[in-house]
């Protein structure tokens, strides 16, 4: 299996600009999860997906950002309009639940995100 | 309030001798405990988990974490450093008993230096 796939790996944009990230979870996994890394606050969890619905988007920080999962090999996290302080890794993991919570989760390698 | 606390930022170890990275946890109900590790412009990566049983896990790499109920914590643990596993930490927990809920606690992470 390939892992968790992230796209871009990179992605530098202007401020106000729409700036959509992608993953592809592992085949089999039926929860996803979209983490945001900064230094300033460490790893934060945006939003998580089981079985494509999702169940907690606590953490998304405002209403420019929205989180898709069309299917489960596909989701998408956009943030419309961008902001400076928007830049950040974005990570996207997955995991299979099979009803066991204590399985890990697999992360990608993270897009990173500039917003001048 | 779940809650993971990684009292140390940095950690530095000379190559060969043991290493302990502290993880202390807060959770209503039985923890599972995690580890994961990244490596520089990388995601992060499953070191090795706690579910329940025998309080000593071991995991990848040599690495191992001892959970420790009395005192909540789940130190990270190798006996030789090498130079290669300077990277940076992260504990996380999950409330065994909430629900259907996968989200993860995380800690802020430890940066761990191994100087040859």
């Known amino acids: 299996d390939a892992g968790v796939i992230q796209s871009p790996r990179h992605e530098v944009t202007e401020m106000g600009q729409e700036v959509t990230l992608r993953c592809k979870p592992i085949?089999?996994?039926?929860?996803l999860f979209w983490y945001r890394q900064t230094m300033m606050r460490g790893l934060e969890l945006l939003i998580y997906?089981?079985?494509?619905?999702?169940?907690?988007d606590s953490g998304m920080p405002e209403d420019r950002f929205s989180a898709k999962m069309p299917n489960a090999s596909f989701s998408t996290l956009k943030i419309q309009p961008s902001e400076p302080r928007d830049s950040a890794v974005y990570f996207c993991?997955?995991?299979?639940?099979?009803?066991?919570?204590?399985?890990?989760?697999?992360f990608g390698q993270g897009t990173r995100l500039t917003v001048v | 309030a779940q809650s993971v606390a990684q009292p140390e930022d940095q950690v530095n170890v000379a190559e060969g001798n043991p290493l302990t990275v502290k993880c202390t946890y807060s959770?209503?109900?039985?923890?599972?405990l995690f580890w994961y590790v990244q490596y520089p412009n990388r995601g992060l990566q499953f070191l090795l988990k706690?579910?329940?049983?025998d309080n000593l896990v071991k995991g990848s790499y040599g690495f191992e974490a001892e959970f420790n109920k009395s005192q909540t914590s789940f130190h990270l643990k190798k006996p030789s450093a090498l130079v290669s596993d300077s990277a940076l930490y992260f504990c996380?927990?999950?409330?065994?008993?909430?629900?259907?809920?996968?989200?993860?606690?995380w800690g802020l992470g430890t940066s761990l230096a191994v100087n040859p």
């Open positions: 959770v209503s109900g039985n923890p599972y």
């Open positions: 706690y579910i329940t049983g």
């Open positions: 993991a997955s995991s299979s639940g099979q009803g066991f919570r204590g399985t890990e989760a697999f």
């Open positions: 085949s089999g996994h039926n929860s």
């Open positions: 997906f089981n079985n494509n619905v999702p169940i907690d």
């Open positions: 996380a927990v999950r409330d065994a008993g909430a629900g259907n809920n996968r989200k993860l606690i």
